[in-house]
């Protein structure tokens, strides 16, 4: 063992160029790997991990009772948990702007701990005191984060108090929209109480606590459930993107690595006639080389779990703000999974090629040398000879047709990167197209606080909005619920008057609703009704029935596409409780929001800016496409760095001849790079309609996942200058690759070059 012994060392320490190759691509592939995996188990039913993280309640329950009734009802109906009660109050906060806000429900709740729904605190600190706030986290923008440190002033509690909001926190459960403590709330609403049932079953509980305080005193009541749909329609939107990155991953590191080890070992076959015509058996050279693949590749598959584990970290906190989950770090048997499989595709990739060698006979593998046969090319350099391009340019660009394999395998490999580059980019453009179906204004007119009994006068409120500056156009809409034959539930519809109302939707097919009888749908609700654009429906409003005619399909993700989109006078007498407002082009959003709120005033209304900001959502995966595309990006470019080190050693002294020739090291580097321009052109222009077609599929997948079908204006985001720009990725690849060894071959002195045999 110490003569095989002495041979492995002298092979790793001999080929310090492979050896680190090797071992880097070994570490970005179970990096890569390590990632993938963690994406792929984070997107194992996220929510009900989340849930039983966070002890979510399977009911939220409001009541009138008095605290003590509500406390009474704690172990009702077979409950095996309860928190509360804890007194709620709904508020019309106005910011430190003097900008009124939407309506906020808070709850009293003295920590975020406790039996049921704990509470995850993303940001700043909990309130300890009166006057200070904690808002809940939709997971919409990342933990607020920018509103710690506001004050709002809220004039529904008594003495017109001002919090502060002092953080940010999530509930799985979504119980409230904000926090106070106790005290805060003087005079409550209401009192809210949160129940666990053993196997999630809360039909049977509800009655019980229903039929156990006074008739009329339970004002609301929320299954998990019903959360539980909700969150399923975000998170589902992310999945197959996850896994689709996931897979990417694995794969691009058996290409990498398979071609990187069998390189390194087959470059050895001349040593390998040396080994036997030493005495070395078969089943030694074999070891031997197996020992030198697996060296190098141990120490990087190490350095790579511990780089995987601290970026899952980071990549756990990112997919936590989408699923609402409490991951902290990677799954035992994923990352003993990752080390195994590439470090058996090492074994195996190595032990092929080393058994391959070790079979020929000791003369056959001593004259193998390394150089290409004679005949291998030739076609291609005099095809490349006739191009009008300097001599050592077109020497590089035949080269790679002296080894078509090697070649194939590292334009799959350039090939995954531009793929990679092209989907990441145009997943990117098509998240960001969904969140703008969902804009429909840049200022929002709702009712105050106290809004007048008789309704709000919308014939002034439009002719205010009309008459301000800036206004490019609005919308009155009614929000009323219908019937639908076939249909159980009444679905909610928005009625919707002026000349402004299909901006920000997304049509799939047909048209936007022109006049009454006329409506619009998303994906869902014909799914859900058996109809088609062009179909008849039956709609009942106020118990007289109307019909209507299926107008066009959008994109719309509001109440999980089971909403009706229609013209006001389709229903007859809808009193609008909502404007959306366009602003002309340059118009400053907040400042005309300031000054329209003073106009609308006396009507007892209030204009709030459209918050325009990305939605974390799509900050979070965009983030992770960029880092799993930096990932194989780099090891596309180790693939081709590993393959020049091994083409430029095979025809060292080729180019110690050429040297002495008079080739210049300028040429040199030249002749160097152009044999790496055709695998990057061929990469590139593999993986480009690849990434597009990825892109397609995927977020196709997305849309089919969560049950809608997209618009094109979703899944066509390429312009023609961009694809030209992602193939042209794949050359800059392959020359970044072949940079350093290039300036190596450059440097070798004529004498070194053609003493190599």
């Known amino acids: 063992m110490g003569a095989l012994g002495r041979v492995v060392r002298a092979g790793v320490g001999r080929r310090r160029t492979q050896t680190v190759v090797v071992g880097l691509v070994v570490l970005i592939a179970v990096t890569a790997s390590v990632l993938g995996a963690t994406l792929l188990v984070a997107s194992d039913a996220p929510f009900d991990r989340a849930f039983e993280q966070q002890h979510g309640a399977h009911l939220t329950a409001a009541f009138t009772a008095g605290s003590a009734q509500v406390t009474a009802t704690a172990h009702t109906g077979g409950a095996s948990a309860a928190a509360g009660p804890f007194p709620i109050a709904a508020i019309h906060p106005v910011d430190d ?41 939709d997971g919409r923008f990342r933990g607020n984060s920018r509103a710690i440190g506001r004050a709002w002033t809220v004039p529904d509690l008594p003495g017109s108090p ?49 039929a156990s305080v006074p008739a009329g005193t339970l004002t609301s009541a929320r ?27 694995l794969v691009m590191a058996v290409l990498i690595v398979g071609t990187v080890v069998a ?99 000791t003369v056959d593998a001593l004259a193998a040398g390394r150089t290409p046969s004679p005949g291998r090319g030739r076609w291609a350099a005099r095809l490349t000879g006739r191009l009008p391009l300097p001599r050592p340019v077109t020497l590089g660009l035949a080269h790679p047709f002296a080894r078509p394999v090697r070649s194939v395998t590292i334009v799959a490999a350039i090939g995954f990167g531009a793929a990679a580059v092209t989907f990441a980019a145009g997943l ?119 019909s209507a005619r299926i107008a066009g399909e959008v994109f719309d993700t509001e109440n999980d596409g089971l909403q009706i989109l229609t013209a006001a006078a389709t229903l007859g007498s809808v009193e609008p409780d909502q404007f959306d407002v366009l602003v002309t082009a340059g118009t400053d959003v907040d400042a005309y929001a300031k000054a329209l709120n003073v106009a609308l005033q006396p ?39 590993n393959t020049v080190v091994l083409e430029t050693r095979e025809r060292v002294h080729d180019l110690g001849v050429h040297k002495a020739l008079g080739m210049a090291p300028r040429q040199t580097i030249a002749m160097v790079v152009a044999s790496v321009v055709v695998l990057g052109v061929a990469g590139g222009l593999a993986g480009t309609p690849a990434g597009v077609l990825l892109q397609r599929a995927i977020v196709t997948r997305m849309g089919d996942t969560a049950g809608f079908r997209l618009p094109a204006s979703v899944l066509d985001v390429y312009r023609p200058g961009q694809l030209l720009l992602f193939a042209a990725g794949g050359l800059l690849i392959a ?13 070798t002195s004529t004498a070194a070059a053609l003493r190599t045999e």
């Not at 470090?343 to 990739?349: C, H």
């Not at 209030?606 to 983030?623: E, K, Y």
Request: include cysteine.
């Open 97 to 137: 702007h003097g900008q009124p806000l939407p309506q906020v429900t808070v709850v009293g709740r003295a920590d975020p701990g406790g039996p049921v729904d704990e509470l995850t605190l993303l940001d700043g600190r909990w309130a300890s005191r009166p006057g200070e706030l904690v808002l809940n986290s």
């Open 223 to 249: 299954s998990w459930q019903d959360t539980r749909r909700a969150a399923a329609g975000n998170t589902a939107l992310f999945v197959p993107f996850l896994i689709a990155f996931g897979v990417l991953g």
């Open 162 to 210: 001002t919090l502060t909001i002092v953080g940010v926190a999530r509930s799985i459960s979504e119980t409230a929209g904000g926090w106070v403590v106790p005290g805060q709330i003087s005079a409550p609403a209401g009192y809210q109480m949160l129940y666990r049932f053993p196997g999630g079953q809360v039909d049977a509980g509800l009655a019980a606590i229903t």
């Open 603 to 641: 009507l007892s209304v209030q204009a709030m800016p459209v918050d325009r900001g990305t939605a974390s959502l799509i900050l979070t995966i965009n983030a992770l496409a960029g880092l799993l595309t930096v990932l194989l990006i780099v090891v596309a470019a180790l693939g081709v760095l």
């Open 735 to 747: 020359v970044a690759g072949a940079l350093l060894p290039a300036g190596w071959a450059a440097r």
């Open 263 to 361: 390189g390194a070992v087959s470059a050895g076959t001349r040593r390998i006639g040396i080994l036997k015509a030493l005495g070395f058996t078969p089943r030694q050279v074999v070891l031997a080389y197996l020992s030198q693949a697996l060296l190098p590749a141990t120490a990087g598959a190490i350095l790579g779990l511990a780089a995987g584990a601290l970026l899952a970290r980071s990549l756990l906190a990112k997919t936590n703000d989408i699923y609402g989950t409490t991951d902290a770090g990677v799954a035992p048997w994923a990352a003993g999974g990752v080390l195994a499989v590439i470090l058996g595709l090492v074994a195996v990739t190595a032990w092929v090629a080393a058994s391959r060698a070790g079979r020929l006979r």
């Open 428 to 546: 990117a453009a098509s998240l960001t197209e969904i969140q703008a179906a969902g804009d429909h204004g840049d200022v929002q007119v709702i009712g105050g606080p106290h809004r007048p009994a008789g309704g709000l006068d919308a014939a002034a409120i439009a002719a205010t909005i009309a008459a301000q500056p800036g206004t490019a156009g609005s919308c009155a809409v009614a929000s009323t619920r219908v019937g639908v034959t076939g249909l159980a539930d009444e679905l909610e519809t928005l009625a919707g008057s002026g000349q402004r109302c299909s901006y920000g939707y997304r049509l799939v097919a047909g048209s936007w609703y022109t006049g009454p009888g006329q409506i619009v749908v998303a994906t869902p609700f014909l799914t859900a009704t058996g109809k088609r654009v062009g179909d008849t429906v039956t709609l009942t409003f106020e118990g007289r029935p109307v």
